[in-house]
Every structure is written in structure tokens, then in C-alpha cells.
């Protein structure tokens, strides 16, 4: 049968298979643009049968005729985004559809452009029947083929470290674990040996989950069969919480398992409660339970203990404040959970570690211990007792803004990496160096990056001059908080993340409320950079002021009401102020700022100046117990290990 009637004839019997998988959307009606074509949960379409493929290549073929006759991989790369566009543009031809997206994604892998080629095969996960790990695992085997430089290994490595991540996560333990060996080749011909490293390390921890999972699937069997069975429950929560970090799973599982005291946490937390002391109760029942347990669900039940008592701490008073915030400071330096050793003390100047690289950040883990360098190339995890580098997480530009989840085992950042034209944000796994997730958020401008007390790495971006600011979570991209009405400006979350210091407002990040506007002075405008105290009383903020040719003071301000409370202009030598890094001790009652080449602390009630530091005057940090600062050392190369005055 062939001709015009024999293809009316197979659309036809291919619109009838549509429309019983997915209903009227799938009957030539408009679909809804925030919408995945043609998915109904998880129900995907067959393929469409090849007859009726041919007509939509030719024209897209024909349309595109100039791109494609173009071979260079830049020209390639840039007609699979084409593609991927006109698919996006296609969402009511399926057939177009489908074609658009496998030539997107072919041609893409064919240029060495993984990112297309993963965000086509996705599309096409979403909206047909296909094995998207496998697809994956292709496509990345065809970029793999086109490396040709150290810089192309080490993109395709970064590539390959998140695919065997999104693998594992999705329990395709298999897929995941042929990654490895092309990885470790890529690793080689990049010529990194801190990546080689951190992929081993993240090879052996999937290995691990691959062991974790074939001992709980006796266990889902049962539950599966057995819904209510308190061991089983108890089994497969464990495996969702430490395998995945997924409550939303543990949790139901929780509430009906074989532990009392876990039963009895979680059956009080899914009451949900609103009062501030019943939040905090909550609190307090995951943290003795995380006192009973070690290693990582010693982690896990601690964090969740975090959560409920950050949600509380603002609501609280009296004796149960003070309580909640010294456990909430517990886990923040380590404390609560064994912790580490702490660094050796003495007032001024302890110690000076050299890098190979211009450090463009400091910042402190959650530990005390350990520091992160930013650096141009790399950012550089440090012992600040022994000075010893731990690990190297490689970038190609310097990250712009870093943030620690609560147990300093994650790091989030962002900035403009692998050739992005645009700043992206990413996780790592800190143990491992591993990416956990990435997310590019197209022509927006990221503002911050931060986490959720309970792990959730998050990022705010927008354009500029713009309301449309999204928050969301890095992992997937999931948008949390669709443009929330806060200003366009430089962003800075707290420690647990539940606020958010952005342009001239605090904001509850959660809900994108504004709390305050700060008390900005008549000659004060545009903030350059900011940053809170761990206690969420002050934020200071480098802003231009209306002195000498460098105008660039700090303010202080109340987070709890927005009052200005200190202006300090800090005149370096020239006579000009120019603060180039700022940093507030924990309660907020000193600050570091640096005028290159100097250190100085400040008391933050008189605006006095207490000490000064020479030789090291760049970007700084203050330790979570604030009895150290780091500073970036004279001529970029050096981190500078201070005691902070007592």
C-alpha cells in the first residue's frame, strides 16, 4: 500500500494510538506551553511508525538547508540548538516533534556538544517510549569519540561524572558503572589527576550503592507485596535516606516501621506542625535520635533536626531560643556530629599556605577546619592546620559565589564554565569531587547560590532589570519559587538558606516574601557584595559611598529590621575607601574588611578599629566559632591563617 491515501491511512491509525495514550491534548488542540508534549504521567508515546517520519525531514531538511551544508563543529553545534529550538516550536506535529529532537541530538553528539545532545535526548524520554540512560550512554559514547584536546577531555569528563551520577540516582546501577573506564581514559588525556582520583572514588561509592540496592530489593519485593510490613518499611526507608537523601520517600516508610523512636518522629512530623515550639519539638526528636546513630545516618537525622529547629528559631524566646540556636551552631561547626580537630590558636598571624593558582574566593566549611579556594582554574579544598591540598574540583573561570550545605558535605557554585556564554550553577560532592547536578539557566544572570537546611542546593537568577527572577533547585532545575516580586541585585542566603539578602531587601526565601527594606544612607547606592552573620542578626554590605574616587564603603545593617546600624569607610594609603573583602563573625559584632594590602577588624557597635593586618589585604572569610579568618595573602597566590583578636 503506498501513495497519499496509504499515509493518511497510517497518521490516521497513529492520531487514533495517540489519542487513547494521551486524550484531547493529543487531538490537534493546543497544548499548554508548560507542558511536556503528550505526557500524562508516565504515559509515552510509541515511536511514530517510520512512514510517517520521512515528510517531516525533508522539510526540516529543506527549511535548515543552508545550516546543515555548514561542517565546522561550531556550525554543527549551533544547528543542533537550532533544532532543539524548532522542536520545542513543534510540540503539536509530533512527528516533526520526534525528528527535530533525534536530529538535535545526533548531530549534537556528532559536534561534542553533550549538553544538547542529554537535553534532546530528554525531551525525547519525556514524550516517547525509549530507555533514556541508554540513549544517554550513546550519545555520550559519540562526544566521547571527538575529543581531541586536554580542554575537550575535561569538559566531556565533567559530562561523564554527572551522567554516571543521574544514572546511579535513577538506580540504572549498570549503565552507570560502564562509565568509568571511558572516564578514567578521558581523565588521562586531560592530564588531571585530582579528577582521575575523585572519579575513582565516585566509582567505588556507586559500586557501593549497587551492593545497597541488591540487598534492599529482597526488602521492596516485600513491601511491594506486604505495604504495612514494619521491617521492610524500615529497610527500604533507610536505603531511599542514605542512598538518595529522598525523605519525601523515608519518611511515610518511616512513620509505619519496626523503630518506635523513628515511627514516633516521623509520625509528629507528618502532623506538620505550625506553632514555633511544636516545630522545634519536632526538632528535638530528630536529634536524639541522630545522637543514637553514627556515620552517615547519624548525618541524616541530624540535618532533619536542623531543619525544623531553622524553621522555628526566628519564633522562639527565652531559654528554648537559646537552646535551639546553640544546637543549630552545634551542627554548623561540626560539633553535633563528632566534628574534627580543631585549628590551632593564636592571635594575628598563624600560618601562610601557597597555591598554584590567583585565588578569586576563601570561604570556611561548616567544620572550622577546612577551607575552599576559589581559585582561576580549580577550586582548591585545604587543610588550614596541616596546609595539605585534599582535593581539586576543576572549573575554566573562577567561581562567582560558593555555598556549603549545613554539613559541609556538598558545595554549590556559580559561574561561567566549559565555555558557557552564561553563568551556570552546579553541586559537587565534597567527599567524592564528583558533580552531583548542574543547572544553565539560558540568558539569565545568577544571584546566588545556596542550601536548604535539609540539603536541597538552591540558586536564584533572573535578568537584569527584569521581574522575572526564578528560584530553584540546581539538581534538576525544578523551579521552587516562580518570580517572587524581590529586586534584581547581588544575593546572599544565609547558612541554613531560610533567608535571603538580595539588592536592597530580606526576603524568606521559601516564600519570596520581602521582610525588610534596608535603611540605605542618602550617599549609598548600588551594593556590590554582601554577606550575614551565621546568627541572622546583621548583614553588612560593600556599597558605593559618595567618598574619594573609589567609593566603596560597608554598611551594616539589622536583618531583623533593615536599620542601618555602622557605616565604615575603611581610607587605604592613598587616601581613598576602598573595601575589596568583608566578613562578619558569627553573632555579627566584628568585621573583616580588606583594603589591599591590609586586614582590619572592626567593632561593629563603634565602628573602632581593633587590629590591623599587613601583607594580606583580598578576599577573606571568618570561621563559623569566629576565632579565625582567612585572607587572601599578597600577590593573589597565598591564604593567609589568622587568629582573630579576643
Known amino acids: 500500500m503506498h501513495g497519499p491515501n496509504s499515509r493518511r491511512i497510517i497518521v490516521a491509525a497513529f492520531v487514533a494510538l495517540v489519542a487513547m495514550a494521551c486524550g484531547a491534548r493529543c487531538r490537534g488542540e493546543e497544548a499548554p506551553a508548560d507542558k511536556k508534549v503528550a505526557v500524562e504521567g508516565d504515559k509515552r508515546l510509541p515511536l511514530p511508525p517510520a512512514s510517517l517520519l520521512v515528510e517531516p525531514e525533508k522539510q526540516i531538511k529543506e527549511a535548515l538547508k543552508e545550516e546543515y551544508a555548514k561542517h565546522s563543529p561550531a556550525d554543527r553545534v549551533a544547528l543542533a540548538q537550532r533544532l532543539l529550538k524548532l ?370 542546593a538552591v540558586c536564584i537568577g533572573g535578568l537584569p532589570d527584569s521581574p522575572d527572577i526564578s528560584l530553584r533547585q540546581i539538581q534538576d532545575g525544578k523551579i521552587l519559587l516562580p518570580k517572587p516580586q524581590i529586586p534584581w541585585g547581588v544575593a546572599q542566603f544565609s547558612a541554613d538558606g531560610s533567608i535571603l539578602s538580595i539588592g536592597d531587601s530580606i526576603v524568606e526565601s521559601k516564600t519570596g516574601k520581602t521582610l525588610h527594606k534596608l535603611d540605605i544612607p542618602p550617599e549609598g547606592n548600588w551594593i556590590d557584595y554582601s554577606c550575614l552573620s551565621r546568627d541572622k542578626r546583621f548583614i553588612a554590605c560593600m556599597q558605593r559611598l559618595t567618598v574619594g574616587h573609589k567609593p566603596f564603603g560597608v554598611c551594616v545593617y539589622e536583618a531583623g529590621s533593615g536599620k542601618l546600624v555602622q557605616t565604615i569607610k575603611p581610607l587605604d594609603e592613598k587616601g581613598w575607601s576602598f573595601a575589596q573583602g568583608i566578613a562578619l563573625d558569627p553573632d555579627g559584632r566584628r568585621l573583616v574588611v580588606t583594603v589591599d594590602p591590609q586586614t582590619r577588624i572592626y567593632d561593629v557597635a563603634s565602628g573602632r578599629e581593633l587590629v590591623r593586618w599587613d601583607k594580606a589585604g583580598g578576599y577573606c572569610d571568618v570561621s563559623p566559632d569566629g576565632h579565625f579568618a582567612v585572607v587572601q595573602g599578597a600577590g593573589g597566590k597565598t591564604i593567609c591563617l589568622f587568629g582573630m583578636p579576643r
Not at 149 to 166: F, Q, V
Not at 269 to 285: H, I, Q, R, T, Y
Request: glycine share 8%.
Open 87 to 456: 522542536a520545542e516550536d513543534s510540540k503539536n506535529d509530533l512527528p516533526s516533534y520526534y525528528v527535530a529532537l533525534r536530529e538535535a541530538k545526533d548531530i549534537a553528539a556528532a559536534a561534542g556538544d553533550s549538553d544538547t545532545a542529554m537535553a534532546a535526548v530528554e525531551a525525547l524520554s519525556a514524550a516517547f517510549k525509549v530507555n533514556e540512560g541508554d540513549l544517554k550512554l550513546t550519545e555520550f559514547n559519540t562526544v566521547v569519540r571527538t575529543v581531541a584536546t586536554p580542554e575537550e577531555a575535561n569538559k566531556a569528563l565533567a559530562a561523564g561524572l554527572s551522567l554516571m551520577s543521574e544514572l546511579a540516582g535513577d538506580g540504572n546501577f549498570d549503565a552507570a558503572l560502564r562509565l568509568p573506564p571511558q572516564l578514567e581514559d578521558l581523565a588521562r588525556k586531560a592530564r588531571n589527576v585530582e579528577a582521575l582520583k575523585a572519579l575513582q572514588a565516585r566509582a567505588s561509592e556507586v559500586r557501593g550503592q549497587q551492593i545497597e540496592w541488591n540487598k534492599v530489593k529482597p526488602m521492596m519485593d516485600k513491601l511491594a507485596a506486604k505495604p504495612d510490613d514494619p521491617e521492610a518499611a524500615l529497610a527500604v526507608g533507610r536505603y531511599h535516606l542514605l542512598t538518595k537523601g529522598n525523605w519525601d520517600k523515608a519518611l511515610p516508610l518511616f512513620a509505619k516501621c519496626s523503630s518506635d523512636a523513628l515511627k514516633a518522629a516521623a509520625a509528629k512530623e507528618l502532623e506538620a506542625p505550625k506553632e514555633a515550639e511544636a516545630k522545634a519539638d519536632v526538632g528535638d526528636l530528630w536529634w536524639a535520635l541522630a545522637q543514637k546513630e553514627t556515620g552517615a545516618m547519624k548525618g541524616a537525622l541530624q540535618n532533619r533536626a536542623v531543619l525544623w529547629y531553622a524553621d522555628a528559631a526566628n519564633e522562639l524566646t527565652g531559654v528554648r531560643k537559646i537552646q535551639v540556636e546553640k544546637r543549630l551552631q552545634a551542627a554548623a561547626t561540626g560539633t553535633g556530629s563528632g566534628g574534627v580537630a580543631a585549628l590551632s590558636y593564636k592571635e594575628g598571624l598563624i600560618r601562610t599556605i601557597t597555591v598554584d593558582q590567583t585565588v578569586s574566593s576563601l570561604h570556611f566549611l561548616p567544620n572550622g577546619r577546612l577551607c575552599l579556594a576559589a581559585c582561576n582554574r580549580a577550586m582548591l579544598l585545604v587543610d588550614l592546620e596541616s596546609g595539605q591540598k585534599l582535593r581539586s574540583i576543576s572549573i575554566s573561570n573562577p567561581a562567582t559565589r560558593v555555598a556549603f550545605s549545613m554539613d559541609g558535605k556538598r558545595l554549590a557554585a556559580f559561574g561561567e564554565w566549559g565555555g558557557a556564554k552564561c553563568e551556570e550553577a552546579a553541586v559537587w560532592d565534597l567527599t567524592s569531587g564528583a558533580e552531583i547536578g548542574r543547572y544553565k539557566p539560558g540568558p539569565q544572570q545568577m544571584h546566588g547560590v545556596g542550601f536548604y537546611a535539609d540539603g536541597r
